[in-house]
DNA sequence: CATAAGATACCGTCTGGACGGTTTGTCAAG
DNA sequence: CTTGACAAACCGTCCAGACGGTATCTTATG
């Protein structure tokens, strides 16, 4: 009898609304906030409802890995598409989403999925996977020590900033990146 | 009856194994494997054994985050006072420390540490204030956009190791340390 | 086009188990 | 004999998921 039983379905709108709203949760309560409950609560459909689209918690986790990978190969190979050198071209693409994904509306479902990442070992695994996927494309262009060193530093700047432990202003955030960007190509 | 109430009392060892067992368990179950129940069960301890050394679960992770800043403070301050130059002194100490890390018996510590940082709205303060009040200790030697740089990829190499998403070798590995020591000197 | 017959998208309740924490009791050391 | 170091049973809460139902959508058929 409720709302959501006689509006206009929109299933995957819906779908949509439950990723989000996960992803949101988890950032202001922390991963221990992402309940079924919550979730469907704030997405304004019933646990069954939220159960209807993710048959259990872990699909819901692995709906958010796959949607957020998605974007991210998406805009990686958007970025490759726009670089006329080979050598770094991937790592340069890498830099250019890490830095991006600061300001992005999806910073947040990229945080909430480093949280579930480092807490769930099955996530760890499929996150190893997409890096072991990609570190054996590129094998050719960005294996280099120094390639490798500015993807790990772009690494300590995002946790940074998802700990929120360190302040880094614009201009120093800019210089970083140049400085990173040099060492793709050497 | 049991073991426990008969051998010999030694609070301080027990106290110890339950921190060391409460990071080995998240480690190898994850974040949500550190029940009070499996920690204390693992320590070969109940759970009342448990929580008259901890009062709560919160107590629990405080102490291991005591513990283990306790010993990075040491040897961050023993690896400073063997560095004669002043300038990213504290970088490099930190550097020392993170590459050191990966083969210490305390990495597990530090990985748990890591996972429960990330879902503990209460333990992220506590590291943002670490960092801070190093930040501010070391102001004039190592607040610069190289020294930043470096601290960050240290992070970012204890990050991949931590998740296990990357594999490099130890040349590779000295060959990095080598570079981030350079920029520290930059 | 109408409509019956599924298929899909939900709702609301219930349950079993886990988990953090309390309480009470017991033993041993000083 | 007091106190600290545990044990063991217990409690309230929360949570994942199951289940049975209802409403809407789609499709095929007459």
């Not at 209807?52 to 709906?63: Q, R, S, T």
């Not at 830095?99 to 769930?120: C, K, P």
């Amino acid at each position: 009898m409720s709302i959501a039983h006689h509006r206009r379905k929109q299933p995957e709108l819906v779908r949509q609304q439950l990723l989000e709203v996960a992803a949101r949760l988890s950032l202001e309560q922390g991963a221990a906030g992402v309940t079924l409950d919550a979730v469907s609560h704030a997405a304004g459909v019933s646990k069954g409802g939220l159960l209807h689209h993710f048959p259990n918690k872990m699909a819901l986790l692995d709906g958010l890995f796959d949607d957020l990978t998605g974007k991210l190969d998406r805009m990686i190979a958007e970025e490759m598409r726009n670089d006329p050198v080979a050598h770094g071209r991937f790592t340069r693409a890498y830099l250019s989403c890490v830095f991006a994904l600061q300001e992005d509306a999806d910073a947040q479902g990229w945080q909430v999925l480093t949280i579930a990442l480092l807490s769930e070992p099955q996530l760890r695994a499929r996150w190893r996977l997409w890096v072991a996927d990609h570190a054996d494309a590129f094998v050719g262009t960005d294996s280099s020590a120094a390639c490798l060193l500015a993807r790990f530093a772009a690494d300590g700047l995002w946790l940074a900033d998802l700990l929120k432990s360190h302040d880094v202003d614009p201009p120093a955030r800019q210089a970083m990146r140049s400085h990173l960007i040099a060492l793709s190509l050497q």
